[in-house]
């Protein structure tokens, strides 16, 4: 017993120092007013303001609705990748991979010189049209926002399929196809039910990453669009609140804990 609480009271300390002691610290000045003392006067003033109001709702769907699309095409890419054989194919399965590791804001950067104000497609629309600008201007709404998150989200969706997929016995594909099941059927009864825990892991990756996201937000010139991580830097460094940041911080904290626990929730009783 005494062993055991030797060798687990390092990770423990070292837990507390990195991680939940600087928590604290956000959850304690969250309750210090600018007159001083503890007061729930920071989290009154928050939770009455419409932009924070406005940026919990669009944390919130652009992070569902972000997840969403990333499991449906990142199960519909890792299906072609995995079981449609085409040049090229074990080329792109490592090069999902290698955009692991890409930062959010490269990402976002790539997609503004091809759709951005000046980018590449208004570049040729005002070329061929002869226009003062071009028709794409969509990466600086919400839908930019959830298009860039997406692109950069899908492959860590991909990535845990892949590996599941490549754990995938080929002789029940083989013997399904041999009674005459159609691929739709392969891959609805026999396929995705072996990729659920796959999913699962992918879709809570995704969700948390996505509620947290700042670089794409902040790198696509969306300025109608606030979610809580810019709402958090808005407030820290442009308004000198730091007791309302921390409040937003706390917030931001406990819907991604608990959208998190939902999810893992709805993917139990799914069978994931």
């Not at 891959?187 to 995704?206: F, T």
Request: net charge positive; aromatic share 12%; hydrophobic share 55%.
């Amino acid at each position: 017993m005494v062993r055991r609480l030797a060798w687990s009271l390092p990770p423990a300390v070292l837990l507390a120092a990195a991680f939940l002691y600087p928590l604290a610290l956000v959850v304690r000045q969250s309750f210090q007013s600018d007159t001083g003392g503890t007061s729930l006067k920071p989290y009154t003033a928050v939770f009455a303001s419409a932009a924070f109001r406005q940026a919990l709702w669009t944390t919130v769907w652009l992070a569902l609705a972000a997840t969403a699309c990333c499991l449906v095409l990142g199960f519909f890419l890792a299906l072609v990748i995995a079981f449609v054989p085409f040049p090229g194919a074990k080329a792109v399965a490592r090069f999902v991979d290698v955009f692991l590791s890409f930062p959010s804001f490269l990402i976002t950067l790539a997609l503004l010189f091809l759709y951005g104000s000046v980018g590449m497609a208004n570049g040729l629309w005002t070329e061929a049209t002869g226009e003062a600008s071009g028709p794409f201007h969509f990466l600086t709404t919400p839908w930019g926002v959830l298009l860039a998150e997406v692109t950069y989200f899908t492959p860590f969706v991909m990535r845990p399929l892949l590996a599941a997929f490549s754990q995938l016995d080929t002789a029940q594909l083989e013997v399904a196809a041999s009674l005459g099941a159609r691929p739709a059927r392969i891959v609805r009864r026999v396929i995705l039910p072996e990729a659920l825990p796959a999913l699962a892991a992918g879709g809570g990756l995704v969700l948390v990453l996505a509620l947290n996201e700042f670089g794409i937000v902040l790198f696509t010139g969306a300025k109608g669009v606030s979610t809580l991580p810019t709402l958090v830097y808005s407030k820290a460094i442009l308004e000198s609140d730091y007791p309302g940041a921390c409040v937003v911080a706390v917030v931001n904290v406990l819907v991604s804990v608990g959208l998190y626990g939902l999810y893992r929730v709805v993917s139990r009783r799914a069978g994931a």
